[in-house]
């Protein structure tokens, strides 16, 4: 008799977030693994994926570290995972998504599932003949300067899932691979790029306060 694993995630999570991912397309991680590459033995790579995130075993590699210009000028680095791991955080975000959604107003859009930023810009467009001003305004660095302890007491909060937890707070702690091969230490911030990043910027304490 096989005993049993410590977390009980479905097989049909996996599939499911690979159907996601494959759908979404993506480049290759630090592996150079496309997505073709991983579908030559697609049943034993998902199972394999499943099988150590069920048991705990799993550990995030590195983000692959891509800079890519600012309209303004300057850069910014986008966290490119794996494939395997892309899949592996999406299955976390199908389980945790729908846990902090209910928390959010009607009208927050930003990495929000079935709204965009042309819903927004429709609803602006209609409220401004009701309104003669418009207030705009940004969160400089969003995704760099989330405080890991702080997301991780928001992550708390909206769950007791013990795999959600566990593998949330090892994405935070997941190194960045330059291009240059070096690998840098992550103690802030959620690497824009990453599956999990999106859902983890909305309830982090300072976009939290905004939805609320």
Known sequence: MKAAKPFDIPKTSVWEAFKLVKANKGSAGIDQESLEDFEQN?????YKLWNRLSSGA??????KGVAIPKKQGGERVLG????????????????FEPCVEPHFLVDSYGYRPNKSALDAVGVTRQRCWQYNWLLEFDIKGLFDHIDHELLMKAVR?????RWIILYIERWLKAPMQ???GKLVERTRGTPQGGVISPVLSSVSPKTHKLNK
């Open 42 to 46: 697609l049943s034993g790579n998902l």
């Open 58 to 63: 799993y550990f995030p590699p590195a983000v």
């Open 80 to 95: 490119i995972p794996t494939v395997s791991d892309r899949i592996a955080q999406m299955t976390i975000k199908l389980a």
């Open 157 to 161: 909060k909206h769950t007791n899932n």
């Open 178 to 180: 330059m291009s240059d």
